[in-house]
């Protein structure tokens, strides 16, 4: 990933803790935004679907894509909050998925 994407999360995570503090009820609270973030995500994909006929089609691929991303960077920023690299979280995430593929779809 680019690097500009893992000082944004360290940025953001600064830029947090300065405006919130750093204590569990900070912590618990960025870890619960990705709850959030996820419901929109839900909603984003619902909307694409036209699943509410009240509200009919409100989303398009792109959006739910959008909000996605806010979940990934969120969580990123949950991570760093922990005191942890996120891109080594990250990286070693990747690791174990890929030792569970298959020989042949292993990149």
């Known amino acids: 990933m680019d690097e500009s994407i893992w000082e944004a999360a ?4 600064g830029w947090l803790d300065a405006a919130n503090g750093t204590g569990q009820t900070e912590l618990t ?4 935004k990705l709850t959030e ?4 995500a839900s909603a984003a994909w619902i909307g694409l679907l ?3 006929p ?13 909000e996605l991303a806010d979940v990934a960077f969120t969580a990123l920023v949950a991570i760093e909050s922990l005191g942890l690299d ?10 174990k998925v890929r030792s569970r593929l298959p020989a042949r779809d292993r990149p």
């Open 54 to 66: 009240r509200k009919g089609v409100t989303h398009t691929r792109e959006d739910v894509a959008a």
């Open 10 to 13: 360290r940025a953001s995570r």
């Open 86 to 95: 996120a891109q080594a979280a990250l990286d070693a995430c990747a690791a």
């Open 29 to 32: 609270c960025r870890i619960l």
């Open 37 to 40: 973030e996820a419901g929109e």
């Open 50 to 52: 036209g699943q509410n």
